[in-house]
């Protein structure tokens, strides 16, 4: 704020009065008291800054049927100046989403009219995806060497038999695995790797 000097005197720039956009004063610039008025204007800032949107870097679930998998996630925006931009996302979290790989493309508008654009992938993994992944999760495992080797065997059967386009085939094996993992003792597995293995 600029401050005036109000004191009394024959020189210097003394501040009279304010009328709306009006600035009145004296000032003895050229060796006479004068009265001079000038006007000034208000500019509001313009709101330029586009919201600002965080999205994951990606999503992955695992397909739950041949149409795929219901995925969601989270996306959210900030602004500088808008407490609460619109923000809109397609396809929207909670959608099915099909196997392989889907872009999500997210839009956000503040008040002021500026936008913003976000992506990110949402993969769904495909039944040989998830056999190949679960004949890894059984190798990390370091189980006993027989035991290993014959669950390992029967997810590679479940692989043959899903690829020749045989998936009932491709189920009773799994179902097998399955049953097979159910009768190890804890002394074999440990709990939450036999949890892991069941719901895999």
């Given amino acids: 704020d600029e401050v005036f000097d109000v004191t009394s005197g024959t020189s210097g720039q003394y501040l009279n009065d304010i009328d709306g956009n009006r600035i009145v004063y004296t000032d ?20 330029t800054t586009p919201p600002t949107i965080a999205v994951p870097a990606a999503v992955a679930v695992d397909a739950t049927g041949p149409g795929g998998a219901v995925a969601g996630y989270t996306v959210t925006v900030s602004d500088d100046t808008d407490p609460a931009p619109a923000l809109s996302c397609a396809p929207a979290s909670g959608s099915l989403f099909a196997i392989g790989d889907t872009t999500v493309a997210c839009t956000a508008r503040d008040a002021s009219g500026n936008t913003a654009t976000a992506s990110f992938t949402v993969h769904v993994a495909s039944a040989a995806e998830q056999l190949a992944a679960l004949r890894s999760h059984v190798a990390s495992l370091k189980l006993r060497p ?53 719901a895999s």
């Fill in 146 to 198: 027989l035991v290993a080797m014959t669950l390992d065997a029967e997810l590679r059967l479940a692989q043959t038999a899903l690829a020749a386009g045989h998936p009932k085939v491709a189920c009773t094996w799994l179902a097998v695995f399955e049953l097979e993992v159910r009768l190890l003792p804890p002394s074999v597995i440990a709990a939450h790797d036999f949890t892991d293995l069941v």
């Fill in 28 to 47: 003895d610039r050229n060796g006479d008291l004068e009265i001079y008025m000038t006007t000034f204007q208000f500019r509001q800032s313009v709101d």
